[in-house]
């Protein structure tokens, strides 16, 4: 039981005794069971044509959600239900009424983004009864096609909605009850350990197993969700053994929340985490449904994105300006620290040997306190960030600046605090002439660099313009564009 990745693949059941520590899904699916309908398209989770859904039990439920096979590593579905787009046809051959529906919508041209779209569009049909036009595009952020406009694949979506005929007919409703009992006999009851020497993974039984095992392995590579480990493999041809999964850890999966905050634990998707956090603090919830896809973010964690500790990452600076606390466990014990601290320089954080993290609390905004995060991108959608910010502003009675905390990512080696700013905008009134003598004083916080993303210059300005936005926004003047829809 404890020497091989079991899962179930469509109707099968699967156990894998030799698999390697970076084997990603979607080779497996193609090469060695030859269910080409996945398709490789970017190798890095940004097209959408690998597009699968993976069903996984938590408080005693099944839910399926869509995922990049391209970067997810065969050692993080063990008791889980893997379902491609061959499951989809009715027992006598008859398509899904979600692949109807982009039949009968003219959504596929060349067809090789369809088995994606189809996918996504398929998760979205068993979450959501009669989504609107803003959660469909939500659910299909993550899936690119070059021929149809995508506005076909929309109106296929909103047809799909109205044909729902008895759940026997569907793969997955019919056979819940079933696939939960053979989930469950899946469970691990210990650590699982594959391979030997330069070619190992671990799936830790338990937060105190994982322990264990970086006290042993203090080098392991921990992988959460892969959606940035995932392209050292695929773009880097990085080799990582051993590596430790710990997407399964149910320990690390909590979100307690209180009057102050939220604590989010390491193991807690983005699409998890914007349930308890939208409600709280509404514009950390949009930044969150601007990272990545929703493939990206089912499978993507806050802890990770922490862990990883890349200056581009685009949850530490909000968390930074929010005085987010960091708990990092070993076999030691836990140690906390405040989240700015954890970052010491381009690619070293602050975690030691056997360390790792296991939560982030979140304080919520108080009072009359405003709170603001722009992300700054090529695109709007599912790109990398070239800028991103962070606010948050306190103001007395009469409208003086007693307390302002403002960080940065993609502005220098670590997420970083603009506290040179800061010292020039505490005290002072809150105007418009205020903002603007402070405005030099981000020459002495950051030195940009310049690659594809951006040049030195345009960072310096835009950090200096969102600083004025922000002003703008709290003063009630129209600063962000806003789309047709939500202006109508």
């Not at 068993?126 to 469909?136: D, H, N, S």
Request: charge should be negative.
């Amino acid at each position: 039981m404890n020497d091989s990745i079991r899962f179930i693949l469509n109707g099968e059941d699967i156990a894998l005794i030799e698999v390697g520590p970076t084997e990603t899904l979607l080779d497996f699916l193609r090469l060695k069971r030859r269910l080409t309908g996945t398709k490789e398209g970017c190798a890095e989770g940004d097209c959408g044509a690998c597009t699968v859904l993976v069903g996984r039990l938590a408080d005693g439920k099944l839910a399926y959600e869509s995922v990049n096979a391209c970067i997810r590593f065969m050692g993080s579905l063990h008791a889980t239900h893997v379902v491609t787009v061959e499951h989809l046809a009715g027992r006598d051959g008859a398509l899904h009424p979600v692949q109807q529906a982009l039949v009968d919508c003219h959504g596929s041209q060349c067809g090789f983004c369809t088995p994606g779209f189809v996918m996504s569009l398929y998760g979205l049909w068993l979450t959501t009864e009669k989504p609107g036009r803003r959660e469909i595009e939500k659910a299909l952020q993550g899936n690119l096609c070059r021929c149809t406009g995508y506005e076909p694949i929309v109106k296929a979506a909103e047809q799909v909605s109205l044909m729902r005929p008895s759940a026997l007919f569907d793969p997955l409703e019919r056979t819940r009850s079933e696939i939960i009992a053979r989930l469950w006999a899946m469970q691990a009851s210990g650590t699982i350990r594959i391979g030997t020497g330069e070619d190992r993974l671990i799936v830790p039984a338990s937060v105190q197993a994982l322990a264990e095992v970086l006290s042993q392995e203090p080098d392991a590579t921990i992988v959460a969700g892969a959606t940035d480990v995932g392209l050292w493999v695929t773009k880097q041809m990085r080799r990582l053994s051993p590596v430790v999964f710990i997407n399964h850890l149910s320990e690390l999966q909590s979100i307690i929340e209180s009057e102050d905050g939220v604590t989010i634990g390491a193991g807690v998707s983005y699409t998890r985490a914007f349930e308890a956090i939208s409600k709280k603090i509404p514009a950390l919830g949009r930044l969150i449904d601007r990272i990545g896809g929703e493939q990206v973010r089912n499978m993507g964690t806050i802890g990770g994105n922490i862990a990883n500790g890349s200056p581009i990452g685009d949850s530490p600076p909000p968390l930074i300006a929010l005085g987010a606390t960091l708990t990092l466990r070993s076999l030691q014990g836990q140690r906390k620290m405040p989240l700015e601290d954890f970052f010491i320089a381009y690619g070293k954080q602050d975690r030691r040997p056997g360390e790792f993290v296991e939560s982030v609390f979140v304080p919520y905004p108080k009072g009359t306190s405003r709170f603001a995060a722009y992300k700054v991108t090529k695109r709007r959608d599912e790109d990398i960030t070239a800028v991103l910010s962070a606010f948050l502003l306190t103001l007395d009675d009469a409208e003086m600046v007693t307390d302002i905390r403002i960080a940065f990512g993609g502005m220098a080696a670590t997420p970083k605090r603009a506290r040179t700013v800061e010292a020039e905008l505490i005290g002072k009134p809150w105007t418009e002439a205020t903002i603007d003598a402070a405005r030099h004083a981000f020459d002495a916080d950051f030195q940009p660099l310049t690659d594809w993303r951006a040049t030195a210059e345009y960072r310096q300005l835009t950090a200096k313009n969102l600083l004025t936005r922000f002003y703008l926004e709290t003063v009630g003047a129209p600063a962000e564009l806003k789309r047709f829809e939500e202006v109508a």
